[in-house]
């Protein structure tokens, strides 16, 4: 009976049409337009629940599917599913954004019904991109997703708001339009857009290599990944705390999601024979990025550049593969660097989007984000710092959260592939330590460090309900990532046997 | 010698219009200037007219008369409803306007549509001399248009300029036309198409005859390096002249180069391929590089119209019927974009306040949400980005030079529109993230703001669903 419901057309657009609502009821009525955001933000939640349920995990192949003719010129279709890659991320965009909405609740004054209509939207959007089947839906929602967050940092963000939303927006646009000429140039090749016959598609070398460097150029700006990873920080900075949520927790997802869904399967060739620049740049982003994290000043620039190291570690992963298929000549540890690398991106968002929860609490109470005017929150905040003690260990990678498990399982496959790639994929664990423990530090525990923090309150309800929730999941998840593992068990092994087998 | 009168029934909506411009002009001098809506009326009533009766006397194959110097078929029709529809728009949004700067004269509507009878007349041309025939009137038209407010020194300015330049261009068109009238024997594009077809070398008068040729269109056009009058006359002309400059006439420009290019010269097309690319290349870039140094908001809508004609041009020069189909839809949509944005910026202007720089969108969100989300979606439209119709647009002229395996050209066009996004981001950024400065409140008629919301809307609908359209396109260019 599940199945027969359009489900993923229902998240899709559940959230756009209730986010068009909320713009009609008007900012002059925020009281009615917060409640209808949160209604949708939840229904919408409750409509993906049922993507888990029903799921069926032994099989690879796509599920939910719908299909409609779209553009028949083109041969373009409105074809949605969902495999063990794209259906954890729905539902992780599905449960961010009800807390967003939470988030914003008291904070935002100016102008709440476009606030939360554009996170609605934006929701939409983002579900749309990790449900398409089809090449060109897929650049539709993934280039329409610039619109709202252009706007969510534009209108309601800090003071060099403007110049990064631009950077943002123009960074990723600039990625991106080079995948669309390598999608046209697939296109003529295969007479379709369904992502699965270009995944069958024969190419040369040469065409897999710049089809690959379009990708990458694509995703890799999204994830982000040292050097395109400029925007990010002052992205983050600028973004009210919303915005900084939805960019951490889903946004950076998508680059990875694009390389599991895109680069590894339609250039597999390419894929092996540049993994060792992949893995490179994410070792970078793992070490370098790491220092970098350790000499913020502002907590929203600290967690952003955490961001980037731990991405790192999810393109590690990912790219692994290819390196100890060739060494072992078996598969056997293969699926542990992807699915690493998956639950490394659903733990992330939980993790960092707690996280920018955390310093937004800070922020609505101080209007700082240094960190050296903190000092002794505990004192005042209680039970705020036994949530951020709990989120920063999860961010350090302390076992028993979630933050765990992800690097643990890529740390052992990059084992397997080179004792090098493992002891530089390991300083995560010391410097993720260092900059989130210091940071904790220096913020939560010591003396007060101020008059203003000694009349700092606690948190309210509704921040209590907000931050149990994401510290439910990160424990949940690191004591029992089964529920997470299992279902991509089969979608994993069917990847790993595409991409090792040549395409030439 | 024997008279043989032309079948009239293919002309219909082209002698409707010219009837019904005689007609206004003589009622006009009969009316008060507090009658003058009576004017307004029967111009826009012209227009509709027009438009119902292109969609009544639809062409099912292509019909040519006056002695094969005009022909009806399914383009024709196609551009000549949408260049109807794009001037009545242009006339609504004009109309308060005009009223504001005692612009509102009848002159104004029956030099209009004049104008539109000269863009009928350029589509459905089917030789040389009909082609030169119906540009020269839209030409002497929008010269005297630009000059109707002529008090103004910048407005007289302007249109010196375009008649001095225009009337250059025009040369070096008949220039080309004699000369390919001396290489074919021919003005009739079907004889000169065949007579071209025959040669087995080309002819270096007729490829002499080829560039003059498309000098002349390029200026029309305004395509890089012909494209100097372009931001003047923007900037120069009042709003509602830029706008009506800006829009239809695009149409009747794409249809020219489509009848004298591939229909007539179509045996040249590796020679004008050519020119064309250094044309695209040279309009995508400068437009969209230049544009980000403008302050003024039609200068920079003016470049940006320069960079749009570039794209244009990608899908003509690809040369296959797919590329014609993209390039027809490009230019469609353009225009439904152009309209949209030089609408938007008449409704900011007011009695003794001109809309004229980028900053006075500052604050628009807060003034009016809705009429800034319309012309945010056009600005996006305009940056090609998804949902919107614009994306479309450039993604089918794009997947037509891929197709001919010129994806060096495709590289340059997407990196242009990324450095374009830019200045329609700082339109967007100033209603949405500025603070305004002014706080009077934007008064729009009914009928007017139901037109600019159907406007916006139909970018996103068109977003989402382009299909109907791009069929459309595909049928009419396919007889």
Excluded at chain 1, 292 to 303: H, P, T
Excluded at chain 1, 306 to 330: E, K, Q
Excluded at chain 1, 341 to 355: D, E, N, R, T, W
Excluded at chain 2, 47 to 63: D, M, S, W, Y
Aim: charge should be negative; include cysteine.
């Amino acid at each position: 009976m599940l199945s027969e419901l359009p489900l993923l057309s229902l998240v899709i657009w559940l959230p756009i049409l209730g986010g068009i609502a909320v713009l009609f009821v008007g900012d002059e009525n925020p009281g009615r337009a917060k409640a209808l955001a949160l209604t949708v933000a939840i229904l919408t939640f409750l409509a993906g629940i049922p993507l888990y349920t029903a799921f069926d995990a032994a099989t690879a192949s796509m599920q939910f599917q719908e299909f409609l003719p779209w553009i028949p010129a083109f041969s373009a279709n409105y074809h949605l599913g969902v495999d063990g890659f794209s259906m954890p991320l729905i539902l992780l965009t599905a449960f961010m954004t009800v807390l967003v909405v939470i988030a914003g609740w008291e904070v935002i004054q100016y102008r709440i019904a476009q606030y939360m209509a554009a996170f609605l939207i934006m929701e939409g959007l983002m579900i749309g991109v990790f449900a398409a089947l089809d090449a060109l839906l897929f650049y539709v929602f993934f280039e329409a997703m610039l619109i709202p967050m252009f706007l969510i940092i534009g209108i309601w963000g800090g003071p060099r708001r403007v110049y990064a939303t631009l950077k943002f927006f123009l960074y990723t646009f600039l990625g991106s339009v080079f995948m669309l000429i390598a999608l046209i140039y697939m296109y003529n090749q295969a007479n379709s857009f369904e992502i699965l016959d270009f995944h069958k598609l024969p190419l040369t070398l040469t065409e897999q290599v710049l089809i690959f460097f379009a990708f990458l150029l694509g995703f890799s700006v999204k994830v982000p990944m040292w050097p395109v990873h400029t925007w990010l920080p002052d992205a983050h900075v600028e973004a009210p705390t919303g915005g900084s949520v939805i960019l951490a927790a889903i946004t950076l997802k998508i680059g990875g999601y694009g390389f599991l869904r895109f680069a590894l399967p339609i250039t597999p060739d390419a894929a092996g024979m540049l993994d060792w620049l992949i893995i490179a740049l994410s070792l970078i982003a793992v070490v370098y990025i790491g220092l970098v994290a350790l000499i913020q000043q502002d907590m929203k620039k600290l967690i952003a550049y955490s961001s980037i190291a731990h991405m790192g570690f999810v393109t590690l992963g990912f790219f692994i593969v290819f390196g100890l298929h060739r060494s072992t000549g078996s598969l056997s540890g293969a699926a542990m660097g992807i699915e690493g690398g998956m639950v490394q991106m659903v733990s992330h968002g939980f993790i960092s989007g707690a996280l920018f929860l955390c310093v937004g609490v800070l922020y609505d109470r101080m209007h700082s984000r240094q960190i050296k005017d903190y000092g002794g929150v505990v004192n005042t905040m209680p039970v705020f710092a036994a949530f951020m003690v709990l989120f920063g260990m999860a961010n350090a990678g302390l076992p028993g959260t979630s933050g765990f498990v992800g690097e643990f399982m890529v740390i052992l496959s990059s084992f397997k592939a080179g004792f090098w790639i493992a002891f530089l994929a390991s300083f995560t664990l010391i410097l993720g330590a260092a900059y989130t423990l210091w940071l904790v530090k220096r913020v939560i525990f010591g003396d007060i460090g101020n008059s203003h923090v000694a009349e700092l309150e606690d948190v309210s309800n509704r921040e209590i309900i907000m931050l149990s929730l994401l510290a439910a999941a990160v424990l949940l998840l690191g004591v029992w990532p089964d529920p997470l593992t299992s279902v991509m068990h089969a979608t994993v092994d069917n990847l790993l046997q595409h991409i090792t087998a040549t395409k030439l | 010698m024997n008279f043989v009168a032309p079948d009239f029934t293919p002309v219909l909506p082209e002698l409707f219009v010219l009837t019904m411009a005689c007609a206004v002009l003589v009622i006009d001098v009969f009316l008060e200037q507090r009658q003058r809506h009576i004017t307004y009326g029967l111009a826009q009533l012209t227009l509709l007219g027009a438009a119902l009766l292109i969609l009544a006397t639809r062409a099912q194959a292509p019909v040519t008369t006056m002695f094969g110097h005009y022909i009806k078929d399914a383009m024709g029709d196609t551009l000549k409803l949408f260049v109807c529809l794009a001037s009545a728009a242009a006339f609504l949004y004009s109309r308060d306007y005009l009223r504001q700067r005692d612009l509102f004269k009848g002159e104004y509507f029956v030099l209009g549509l004049f104008g539109v009878l000269g863009m009928m007349v350029m589509v459905s041309a089917h030789s040389l001399l009909s082609v030169y025939l119906g540009l020269e009137l839209l030409s002497l038209s929008l010269y005297a248009l630009v000059a109707v407010d002529r008090d103004s020194p910048v407005a007289s300015e302007a249109a010196m300029k375009y008649f001095v330049l225009g009337s250059l261009a025009s040369g070096m068109l008949l220039y080309g036309i004699s000369m390919i009238y001396g290489a074919t024997g021919s003005v009739d594009l079907q004889v000169v198409a065949d007579a071209v077809a025959k040669q087995s070398s080309s002819d270096l008068v007729l490829v002499f005859g080829l560039v003059f040729l498309l000098v002349g269109l390029s200026f029309k056009l305004g395509a890089v390096p012909f494209h100097m009058w372009l931001p003047d006359i923007y900037q120069g002309a009042p709003t509602s002249v830029a706008l009506y400059i800006g829009s239809a006439p695009k149409l009747a420009a794409f249809a020219l180069v489509m009848r004298v290019l591939v229909d007539g010269l179509g045996g040249l097309q590796s020679d004008w391929q050519q020119m064309l690319i250094i044309l695209a290349v040279l309009s995508i870039a400068l437009g969209n590089l230049v544009a980000i140094a403008q302050s003024n908001i039609k200068r920079m809508l003016a470049y940006s119209t320069i960079s749009h004609i570039g794209f244009l041009l990608l899908g003509i020069l690809a040369g296959t019927p797919e590329g014609y189909t993209a390039s027809m839809f490009y230019a469609i949509v353009y225009v439904l974009m152009a309209v949209g944005a030089f609408g938007v910026v008449i409704l900011l202007s007011r009695t003794g306040f001109e809309a004229e720089n980028i900053d006075d969108f500052k604050g628009l969100n807060d003034r009016s949400p809705w009429l800034a989300f319309v012309m945010m979606m056009v600005m996006m439209s305009m940056a090609g980005i998804p949902f919107l119709a614009g994306f479309y647009a450039k993604w089918v002229v794009l997947q037509a030079v891929v197709d001919i395996g010129l994806v060096w050209l495709a590289i340059v066009g997407v990196l242009f529109s990324v450095i374009g996004a830019f200045y329609y981001l700082r339109v967007v950024k100033c209603m949405y993230f500025d603070k305004p400065e002014q706080s009077e409140a934007i008064e729009i008629s009914r009928d007017v703001e139901i037109a600019i919301s159907a406007n916006g809307l139909l970018l996103i609908v068109l977003g989402l669903y382009p299909t109907g359209l791009m069929a459309w396109c595909a049928a009419a260019l396919l007889n």
